[in-house]
């Protein structure tokens, strides 16, 4: 009798770290740049039906990752400084009493700077919150005001020292190749986010999103490509000069103060995703399952206290031809790459699935040969999209 040969999933060396994502889905505004499950919110907050639900939500997930330690924890939206620190407080109860969390576990809050106080920032670290990701985006007050954000610069400028105040670990958010952005106000955000001694940045280049009101109504004014590409040499030259490494497409961080959280994406770790949108990835030892949330803040809401499940709407089993793109899709992010080892840690399949990939990535200069590392060259990482579809499995 032939015997069976065809790739299965085993994951035989442990499992990978496991974050928890936790989903506020409303804002003050929707920003026209914004794809995310952002809700403007109208009238008051309904923290204590958000609260409920979010409980029964994460009770709901909790057969499938029991016993296991968490690795970090990510508060994002929307606004979650929209929240009390009372809703802060029990939600940060509740994950340690189902939870096995340790208390020196990264915990990132995200914060819009148009909503933040100096006491509640304190009152937030007091819970256990202590890292802090403002979403500043620019320090001029006109693109502020071109991207429909509800701060403006001496706002965030207050946020950031509020924020540094409460918590020793601070992310900025930026963006950048905004409408009627020139390469001087490009550098000025870059010069004014360093001037504040944070160890970590985001750096994101404006991208028109389908869904958005910048896609459907794309602004006049902003800078071409080559200018755009000028921004990105610039800031990538400015924290460099400041000691920040770019260790991820859109990340920036001085020695030791790299984000736990989205390295942990990046590595192809494990995540649950609490709330309306949220998305979780799931290992056990023969599968890997990828889980996704009712998007409308009050449909999940409403499903979530029905039970029964209905308020997940995918639950997908990962196939072993889907691993090399999912892994690599993630891992080629980082500027270093990742271990080869972590291939077959982490989707609990041989590297030798994607050996003709990965031949035809180095054949073409775009993946480095070191067989040590899955890693992209200069090249790859000039044109990472390319370098990513290699790996997408055969239809």
């Known amino acids: 009798m032939l015997k069976n040969t065809s790739p299965v999933i085993r994951l035989e060396q442990g499992l990978p770290p496991l974050s928890v994502y936790i989903h506020v889905p409303w804002c003050v505004r929707k920003c026209p740049y914004c794809d995310f499950n952002s809700h403007a919110l109208n009238g008051d907050l309904p923290e204590t039906e958000y609260l409920q639900a979010l ?23 929307g606004t979650p400084s929209l929240l009390s620190a009372q809703a802060m407080e029990r939600i940060m109860g509740m994950l340690r009493q189902l939870l096995n969390i340790a208390p020196d576990t990264e915990v990132t809050l995200e914060a819009n700077p148009g909503t933040v106080e100096a006491q509640r920032f304190k009152d937030f670290a007091s819970v256990g919150i202590n890292r802090i990701s403002l979403g500043v985006q ?6 502020l005001q071109r991207l429909g954000r509800i701060h403006d610069s001496a ?3 207050r946020a950031i020292e509020m924020a540094q105040a409460a918590v020793k670990r601070v992310n900025i958010d930026l963006m950048y190749a905004l409408p ?5 106000d490009c550098k000025q955000d870059i010069q004014s986010a360093l001037a504040f001694g944070t160890e970590h940045l985001s750096l994101y280049n404006l991208m028109l999103e389908p869904n958005t009101v910048f896609a459907k109504y794309p602004p ?3 800078p071409d490509d080559d200018t755009a590409a000028l ?12 000691g920040f490494q770019q260790y991820e497409v859109s990340a920036y961080a001085r020695p030791g103060a790299r984000t736990k959280h989205n390295l942990n994406y ?6 649950i995703g609490i709330g309306p949108g949220a998305h979780g990835k799931i290992s056990m030892h023969n599968q890997i399952i990828r889980t996704a949330k009712v998007r409308g803040p009050d449909s999940w809401m409403q499903k ?23 892994f690599m899709l993630n891992a080629l992010r980082l500027k270093e790459g990742v271990p080869t080892h972590y291939y077959a840690e982490r989707t609990g399949t041989d590297l030798s699935l994607m050996t003709a990939q990965i031949d035809t990535a180095v054949a073409k200069g775009l993946l480095d040969a070191d067989p040590r590392y899955l890693k992209a060259t200069e090249l790859g990482w000039r044109y990472l999209n390319d370098l990513q579809a290699i790996f997408l499995a055969d239809e």
């Open 55 to 77: 409980e029964m939500d994460l009770v709901a997930t909790l057969p499938q990752i029991w016993g296991r330690p968490i690795h970090t924890v990510f508060i994002g939206g």
């Open 138 to 143: 620019s320090f001029h007050d006109g693109a």
């Open 155 to 157: 706002q965030a400028r």
């Open 180 to 184: 009627a952005q020139s390469l001087e």
């Open 220 to 222: 006049n004014d902003l």
């Open 231 to 242: 921004m990105q040499d610039t800031l990538i030259e400015l924290t460099a000069e400041a």
């Open 266 to 271: 990046w590595e192809f770790g494990d995540y």
């Open 304 to 326: 979530v206290l029905e039970g029964q499940g209905q308020h997940i709407v995918e639950t997908r089993s990962l196939q072993p031809a889907d691993l090399p793109f999912e």
